[in-house]
């Protein structure tokens, strides 16, 4: 089960990326000078600001052949993951006591590198699970293989998490949502654009090719088959922007009435057999349920076996033999546009991360953390909120009701930085030699953690992201703010830096991520984490009106020539996009820095804020990806982060002498401002 969490997710320098380094440092803290390379003035900072910071490097740059994209935000993370292989081949290299977090890492990492012995296997792993499903004899007994398989992590038509509850934020239920696809999106069953199409084909052939690895006939066909049961239950599918309706989104239905109105579904020993004890249960999306209770009914069995054979595989195939590892990356490169696929220490630290994430954490943050970093970030997210509360309380369009409540969620929000106080500990013995094995105890070790916290208090110490990770974020629910160490550093943080470059740095997402609290979504949950409506009529009408310019102004944004965004899936993320660069400039205006005028490389500190800005921003993605992208992230790609909520600040006008007639400029009355 997975935990709701609402992620935002080439450096110069890192913090502490080596031992000497981190002295030097440490010996000599004296701010130096961050020069802003590669700026061109063929293209006017009022035409194309990201461009204008970005341009050079965006033309030098290439991708690496194993990537899908380069530079900040989330592929900061490519030069992150050396760091941790540097850890990695350390701990696996020796011996260390049995149940440390050294000898779990090691070994898991080194079960995982010793691909001769996987190749050995083959499919091996995987036929008991294979052999189970083709015993299958009825519906009954199919949903028993499918509640034991969720157990072990392993998904296909249900989709449980577990959360808090949102009218009561004080205890975790259990939720379901919609699932069963194997395509990024419901869209992509749908859509005859050639792209699409292409990657309906390759999905197709993926299926067929890995029904071939476990040596069954016809494969083409079964892979139709299963095709035809994801489209079906694709229809069912609320799209992505529907999704974003908080309150259409949560239905709470009692067991005994789901198991009338549901009975092929049983839901009564559904949960009894994933140990979920509960009297009801929120399905955020019914009318999947719906159709699937209807099609485990009219869809055959053989038909339904073939299917759970096909999500098995999926399930399981980046942890076999070469085969399917193979079949599978022949996919994604046609989704993705990744030409190579990664050599198996990138993926195995990868995976590290991701199912050992927090004892890796914790040799990380051991190793390269630099601890001042952290008592910076929270005094700047401190500093932020008391930034946030003047903003708020010189609103003009809403009331001094609605604003006492609203400073009041503003300072319940609960901070956390660089990386938990309790760290997570995994119950799993891991064998050097077995790394199927492993994955799946861990999966089963994950279920039964998040199982554990069923009809408990949510855990309010827990984290939903890996220290080392370069992302922020915030959690509604939870009314919490997120800073894990891997953001604080460059081009986000710089310890030693001016303020213009932290301010229009980890600044703005500092900003960013306080404003997703009052956000589209974010504006429903009160300080508690309950959805409630803590708004008076007038405001929220106005709330609502300005949200509405924000998903207007994006959608006439394109990448790709021709491709549009989605104002309304993105609207969450730019208007907080949108909040934070306001909020983070408010912030830099009073320190000494924002109140001078003294020049740096060249440019005014007002000029060097929203250079820091473009220059965080600063990505590039490979044409295939970009276009599953904008198809499926709730966040708008990286031009639009930065060009389009300066079309909206006047102080950037002023900055960079932007005047009408230039591409981004809008008259002063049509520029968006909510917080």
Known sequence: MRNLSYIIVICSFILGCNEQHKSEVESNPIAHQVVFDGITDSISPGDDFFNHVNKIWFENTPIADDQVGVGAYRFLNIPQQQLLQNILNDVSAGSHQEGSIEQQVGDFYASGMDTLKINERGKAPLMPILQQIEAIDNTATMLNFVAK????????????????????????????????????????????????????????????????????????????????????????????????????????????????????????????????????????????????????????????????????????????????????FEYEKILSGQSEQQDRAKLMTRKVDRQLGFALGQLYVKRYFNEDAKDRALALVTNFQKTLEQRISNLDWMSDSTKVKAIDKLYAINKKIGYPDVWRTYNVEIDRDKFFENVVALRKDEYQYELSQLNQPPNRNEWHTTPSTVTAYYNPSLNEIVFPAGILQAPYFDLYADDAVNYGGIGMVIGHEFTHAFDDQGAQYDKNGNVSNWWTETDYKMFEAKTKQIINQYSQFTVLDSVYLKGALTVGENTADNGGIAIAYDAFKMTDQGKDSTKIGGYTPDQRFFLSIARIWRVKMREEFLRNYVTTDSHSPPIWRVNGPLMNFTPFYDAFQVTEGQKNYKPKEERIKIW
Request: no cysteine.
């Open 149 to 328: 398989q969720i157990t072990s992590g392993d998904y296909s038509i249900f989709a449980p998490r577990i959360s808090p509850d949102q009218e009561n934020s004080s205890i975790n239920i259990l939720h379901f949502s919609q699932a069963g696809l194997g395509l990024p999106d419901r869209d992509y069953y749908f859509s005859e654009g050639t792209s699409v199409k292409e990657i309906q084909e390759a999905y197709k052939q993926y299926l067929s090719n890995v029904f071939e690895l476990i040596g069954e006939e016809n494969t083409l066909k079964k892979a139709n088959t299963v095709y035809a049961i994801e489209s079906a239950l694709a229809k069912s599918h609320k799209t992505r922007i529907e999704r974003r309706i908080v309150k259409e989104n949560y239905n709470k239905f009692s067991i005994q009435d789901l198991h009338t109105t549901q009975p092929n579904i049983d839901w009564h020993t559904l949960l009894d057999k994933m140990g979920a004890d509960v009297d009801s249960i929120d399905i955020r999306q019914p009318v999947y349920y719906k159709t699937l209770n209807s099609m485990l009914n009219t869809t055959p069995l053989e038909d339904w076996k073939l299917y759970l054979k096909a999500h098995s595989i999926r399930s399981h195939d980046a942890i076999l033999s070469s085969s399917f590892q193979e079949a599978a």
